[in-house]
């Protein structure tokens, strides 16, 4: 079986351009969460996601990050325009959503804004 | 906003020896789960304890929890250098189960 799978692995961007981070979970995971993680801290939840519908963006900074998740599938995490203190490792983690709460993880996207 | 705290932030054993770590939260839960992160992945899981259990083992794994001091420990027992990596505890907040916080983590370097 498949895990969670995220591209691209590297992002080198300069300040101010858009990018783009995309996830592909584990076939059947209804829920979808993408996560932030700064150097030497823990994963911070961005959003979460109940197939396509997006159930806690409480911690998702609106003004330049948008996400969505097309068809309850696959998700993309979007930031316009990048600033510096975005550099961070950005997760994805996926869960069946029926009460197992383990989640699984994909290896992230490393972004790094210059 | 992170829920738990890792202690000691970093460890360093040699192989064969016993390894601890500790979380605490702050707010009532109804289950704690560890993940370990090798550097440069992703986070697994590795095993999850309810809060009405003391204890659980997985392997070489065994994991407690103290409802009334809000704490857990990790133990790895005969640690390997296979064993290196970051160890975050997690916790679901509010007692939504779907909203899992992730501690900051104890960083774990076994030498061979």
């Known amino acids: 079986e498949a895990g969670v799978v995220q591209s691209p692995r590297y992002k080198i961007i300069e300040k101010k351009q858009p990018v783009a981070f995309w996830c592909n979970p584990i076939s059947g995971h209804n829920t979808l969460y993408w996560y932030r993680q700064n150097l030497g801290q823990g994963p911070e939840l961005l959003i979460r996601y109940e197939n396509e519908e997006a159930v806690d963006d409480s911690q998702l900074p609106k003004d330049r990050f948008s996400a969505e998740r097309l068809k309850g599938v696959d998700s993309t995490l979007k930031i316009q325009p990048a600033e510096l203190g975005d550099s961070a490792v950005y997760l994805c983690?996926?869960?069946?959503?029926?009460?197992?709460?383990?989640?699984?993880f994909g290896s992230g996207t490393q972004l790094s804004v210059l | 906003s992170q829920q738990g705290e890792e202690d000691p932030q970093a460890l360093s054993i040699q192989e064969g020896e016993n390894a601890t770590m500790n979380c605490s939260y702050k707010?009532?839960?109804?289950?704690l789960q560890w993940y370990r992160q090798n550097s440069g992945r992703g986070l697994v899981h590795l095993i999850l304890i309810r809060s009405n259990e003391r204890e659980k083992h997985s392997g070489r794994l065994r994991v407690t929890l103290d409802t009334s001091k809000k704490s857990s420990s990790l133990l790895i027992t005969a640690s390997r250098a296979a064993d290196t990596a970051s160890y975050f505890c997690a916790t679901p907040r509010g007692g939504d189960t779907d909203k899992l916080i992730f501690g900051t983590g104890t960083r774990l370097q076994v030498f061979p």
């Open positions: 983690a996926s869960s069946t959503g029926t009460g197992d709460e383990k989640l699984f």
């Open positions: 707010t009532s839960i109804n289950n």
